[in-house]
């Protein structure tokens, strides 16, 4: 079983849909969880971060950490055409020499 | 956008053949980082470096070896190239580990 699990998808939503992705994890010792976004022949770029439990908002992406249920998530609030990418969770904890431990990533399609 | 670059972007190269891929920053982050994405498995750690001359093995690092002789610089080479090292190669820099930027790419093809 890898460390962090991540359905890659793919998941197709109409234009103006909240979309809901999510990773779950085995490792409790996790103390920071990232989500990343990927375009299609592109290096990762890095989306939001969380220390530790609970959420983050950044405009129209929140993420929230539930470390009872080892499982993160992203939601993507009125979902436009340009969030069509794939998105990878990251997660790390210290003495790990700064290494991120990725899921496979989950293909997001957003239809106009 | 992060100084980060790759080069070269793409290669061919044949079958035990050995290869170099670079990765410069302008940024002085202390964490390099090379991963390679291949379909079904994701992003997998390489090898990474934490410091000039400072560096250590990830998950896949048979085959690779790497070097840092300068902060900016952070060199993968595949000693005698194989077909199954065909890849997507990424660098990526971080200074406090949890934000990482990446390079454009590099498609490796070995044939």
């Known amino acids: 079983q890898k460390e962090v699990e991540q359905d890659p998808g793919p998941l197709s939503v109409p234009e103006g849909a909240i979309v809901s992705l999510n990773c779950t994890y085995s490792n409790s010792a996790f103390q920071y969880f990232m989500w990343y976004r990927q375009y299609s022949r592109k290096g990762p770029e890095l989306l939001m971060y969380t220390y530790s439990s609970g959420n983050k908002e950044d405009g129209r992406f929140t993420a929230q950490v539930d470390k009872s249920s080892k499982y993160i998530s992203l939601f993507i609030r009125d979902s436009q055409p340009s969030d069509s990418a794939t998105y990878l969770c990251?997660?790390?904890?210290?003495?790990?020499?700064?290494?991120?431990?990725w899921g496979l990533g989950t293909s997001l399609g957003v239809n106009p | 956008d992060a100084g980060i670059t790759q080069s070269p972007r793409h290669k061919v190269t044949e079958t035990g053949t050995p290869v170099t891929l670079r990765c410069h920053q302008t940024e002085n982050h202390r964490y390099m980082y090379w991963y390679r994405q291949d379909p079904g498995h994701g992003l997998r750690l390489i090898h990474y470096s934490y410091g000039v001359k400072d560096t250590d093995k990830g998950e896949v690092s048979d085959g690779y070896s790497v070097s840092r002789s300068k902060t900016e610089d952070f060199l993968l080479t595949l000693e005698s190239a194989t077909s199954s090292q065909t890849s997507v190669y990424f660098c990526?820099?971080?200074?406090?580990?949890?934000?990482?930027?990446f390079g454009q790419g590099t498609r490796l093809t070995v044939v």
């Open positions: 990526a820099i971080s200074e406090s580990g949890t934000e990482a930027f």
């Open positions: 990251a997660m790390e904890y210290a003495g790990n020499n700064r290494k991120l431990i």
